[in-house]
């Protein structure tokens, strides 16, 4: 529990403004500029798209149907495989958590490898694709701007991203490797990598095998390989966790060699894999060499640790941030879900009305849906159908509710576009 509580302190202040910059991005930068520069198959569009997803604070389920979006609206398929794989990596909120446990070399580059690895597969993936005529007409036509804001209404938009539906979509996995850390520090052997000590390759093996199909969070990852590095793992082996982990999972694999294809999947992994394990033997290199030093915060933490009062002895700023962390945590994970009334998980105040206006309309079973980029994903896809009048999503249930004249054949083609699948239908009593 003092290693929890510990880890919480330390990542807490970095969090929170990590959390409130993604809010800030997403209520102010508009969505239409990442799709206008991403239709053609060059270099160029796999450049923006992988530049786009480092800072975008997705979470490595909820950039599957974004991906799939851009897909959708036009995006060639180098660059939604780049924005695949620089997206889940990063993100301005895992920038700063790796700051603040694993120290600035880990935080320039984690960034730095996620943006390179997805730029060569991005590029990989377009080589031998053709340009398509209509895409940046499309992609023109599907860019439209939304009705113009006040500067109060995008600030309360963005704190209830940031500190609402983000706190719901990785609050989870943020908890769980929290927690996986405490229990790895406290009963994991410190000789469990001395077989791999002098074999870096063996270790950043051993790290794919368990972390490529588990589903990792970018951000609730960071506090399992401060552990696992403070039990004997190498820089380079925590690296190839952290960049492959989020990146790919079961979940995603699926998903591309749905939509974008076996062959876009196979060069998806191996780009992944093997960006992982260059720059795990790049970092272990220079960390040998004593170029740059990757375990400096480590150790000083480690030594704060062995001081009877080091977990107490936080300062009174950080123990605030905990708190106001732990109760948004409870707020999002709790009570939302939880709360009484049945209202709708999705944070829509809106969506109750409308759902008790859909008499005659569809309802039926979305799967696949994790987060509530996810469930946006699916209202918009769902939205797009001609003859849909209005379509909710309620992440709770799983359930939407479509009303107009939209057969149900376009609106499961339209759901597995973005990756999802729709299961059961009736009709509204």
């Known amino acids: 529990m003092i290693e929890i509580v510990r880890l919480l302190n330390e990542m807490s202040p970095y969090l929170l403004l990590g959390f409130f910059l993604a809010g800030l991005m997403h209520a102010f930068i508009p ?59 990063t993100g301005v909120d895992s920038i700063f958590a790796t700051f603040s446990l694993m120290g600035l070399p880990f935080a320039i580059v984690r960034p730095v490898a996620a943006l390179l690895t997805s730029v060569m597969g991005g590029f990989w993936v377009n ?33 209830n991203y940031a500190f609402v539906e983000m706190m719901e979509d990785i609050g989870k996995w943020l908890v769980i490797g929290m927690v996986v850390a405490g229990i790895i520090t406290v009963f994991v052997p410190d000789s469990l ?6 074999n870096t390759v063996a270790s950043m093996l051993l790290v794919l095998v368990i972390s490529v199909p588990m589903y990792l969070c970018a951000t609730g990852s960071i506090p399992i390989a ?38 876009t999947l196979v060069k998806y992994i191996v780009s992944i894999v093997s960006g992982a394990i260059l720059f795990g033997v790049v970092t272990d290199l220079l960390q040998a060499n004593g170029i740059v030093n990757f375990t400096a915060t480590l150790s000083a933490a480690d030594a704060c640790c062995m001081e009877e009062s080091g977990w107490l002895g936080s300062s009174l700023f950080s123990w605030l941030c905990s708190m106001t962390l732990a109760l948004l945590l409870l707020h ?26 859909a008499a005659n309309g569809l ?12 469930r946006q994903a699916a209202e918009k896809a769902l939205r797009s159908v001609k003859g849909v009048e209005s ?20 609106l499961r083609q339209a759901l597995e576009a973005v990756g999802f699948r729709l299961k059961e239908h009736e009709k509204n009593e």
């Open 31 to 89: 969505a239409g500029c990442y799709t206008q520069h991403l239709s053609r198959p060059s270099f160029a569009s796999v450049w923006k798209a992988a530049l786009f997803g480092i800072p975008l604070p997705l979470c490595s389920c909820g950039v599957i149907p974004t991906a799939m979006s851009l897909h959708k609206e036009g995006a060639s398929k180098g660059a939604v495989t780049a924005f695949l794989i620089a997206t889940p990596q």
């Open 391 to 410: 379509a909710t999503v309620n992440l709770a249930d799983g359930e939407a509710e479509v009303t107009g004249d939209a057969s149900l054949e376009d």
């Open 363 to 374: 309802r039926f079973r979305v799967e696949g849906m994790n987060c509530n980029h996810c």
């Open 226 to 263: 401060v552990a696992l590095m403070m039990k004997g793992l190498t820089p380079g082996a925590a690296l190839v966790l952290l960049m492959a982990g989020p990146a790919c999972n079961m979940a995603s694999m699926l998903v591309v060699r749905q939509v974008l294809g076996t062959r």
């Open 332 to 357: 999002a994970l709790v009570w939302r879900r939880f709360r009484p009334h049945g209202r709708c998980a999705c944070g829509n105040h809106e969506c109750e009305a409308k759902a008790s206006d």
């Open 127 to 159: 080589v031998g694709e053709r340009k398509t005529t209509d895409t940046a007409n499309h992609v023109q036509e599907k860019s439209t701007d939304a009705p113009t804001r006040s500067f109060a209404a995008r600030m309360k938009t963005a704190l």
């Open 193 to 198: 990598f001395d077989a791999f000590r002098d």
